[in-house]
């Protein structure tokens, strides 16, 4: 893998450039407004970065990060995620993104709402359940896969070989990984599950701070993954 399409140029649309670019991977980024917005961004991150619009992300990445809000799934360039494997991070905020009746009753998850919206893309869930700026500080590229100093990250799909695609690349960012299953298991680490977010906040009280981040080992996240309930 060579080069990293990301559509989407937010929080986490620009830590995970960051992350590639620092892993020697080339980054073509997007946002809504047009590459032309991107200027300062694209310089920031130097000479392995290009703004693009949404559709060339797509297009071009031989893995494509989708990083959008959810309400904004609908205005995505829908063919040029065609045979693309698209790793989303997308949760569903609803004062936000606007009530979705399948998610509220539970009858889908956020990624396979995702994976509809995009029917030719094979879609994998990760980055959606930690902080963008403990993401950045977390990242361990340079320690073994399996170190005590790497942390994970859970991964959801339906495609083994999407799966490995993703896992190489968060190998390569500096995360190791734990396969929480199919697509239909991401409402595991959604928000308001034990996997999300707060594992890899640094707070002693065991609320959420923002602050510093923890490293988290496969054994908490598997638990934390294991301990969600659905309503
Ligand atoms: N913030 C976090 O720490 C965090 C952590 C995990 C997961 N998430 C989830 O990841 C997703 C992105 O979160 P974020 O915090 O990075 O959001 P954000 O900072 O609000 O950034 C959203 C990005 O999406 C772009 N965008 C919106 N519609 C688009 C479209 N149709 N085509 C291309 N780009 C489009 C926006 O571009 P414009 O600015 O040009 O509109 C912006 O660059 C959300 O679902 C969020 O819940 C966030």
Known sequence: MTTLGIVGAGHIGSTVARLAVDAGVDVVIANSRGPETLTDLVADLGDHARAAT???AATDGDLVVLTVPLKALGDLP????DGQVVLDTGNYYPERDGRIAALDDGSTTASELTARTLPGARVV???NNIYFEHLATL?????EAGSEERSVLAIAG???AAKDAATALLDRIGYDV???GPLAEGWRFQPDTPAYGLPYDG???GQWSGGTAKRVGADELRAA???ATRD
Not at 78 to 81: H, L
């Open 78 to 81: 829908v063919d040029a995620f």
């Open 158 to 160: 339906d495609d083994p």
């Open 139 to 143: 990242a361990r590229p340079d320690a």
């Open 203 to 205: 707070s002693t009280d």
């Open 125 to 127: 869930k990760v980055f």
């Open 225 to 227: 993954l294991e301990a």
């Open 54 to 56: 949404a559709e060339e």
């Open 178 to 180: 734990v396969d929480a």
